[in-house]
């Protein structure tokens, strides 16, 4: 039981320690140079992603987030938010977890913010919580398949791209999204 809980506490410090304000690791020229790839990536795999590009008031990319747990777990990652095709903001996505999970991945997500509000929101609050505030629409393949501009309704709709590794589920919600100033 002790070394259950040992277990549990170092993976708590080393997930939590990243998540908790740390300086951005990447300078603001490769956060915008990887979230432009890994936008261009998303458009070329999946077309109705682009469709809705064309009319979001926004767009923040996040083009890496490493998950891992063993019983606790954590994710992070940077993005950069596109408006008019240019990064204008900074930000970080973290989140932690306990349950019954084991494993790792990394992949990357895409937040399309339809309107205005949806902007304000983000850019208003010390830490904005997918899930929280705004409608968030996490689109997979079959609903990005059938998603037209006309159809799009919602206030935000989020795609995840390019998972690697192994670990049960995938969500966003819960994430924290923070503003970061990258050096």
Sequence with gaps: MRRISLTAALALVLFAAPMRGAPAADSAAEITKNAQAALASLYAQVPSAKAIGAKAVGILVF???????????????????????????????SGASFGLQAGGQTYGYALFFMNAKAISDLEAA?????????????MDEGKAKTMTTTTAKDDVYAFVFDQKGAMAGLGIQGNKISRIDPK
């Design 63 to 93: 083009p890496k987030v490493v998950k891992a747990g063993l019983g606790i777990g954590g994710q992070h990652g940077e993005g950069a938010m596109f408006k008019g095709g240019k990064a204008t903001g900074f930000f970080d996505t």
């Design 126 to 138: 010390k830490g904005f919580e997918v899930g929280v505030g705004p409608t968030v629409v996490l």
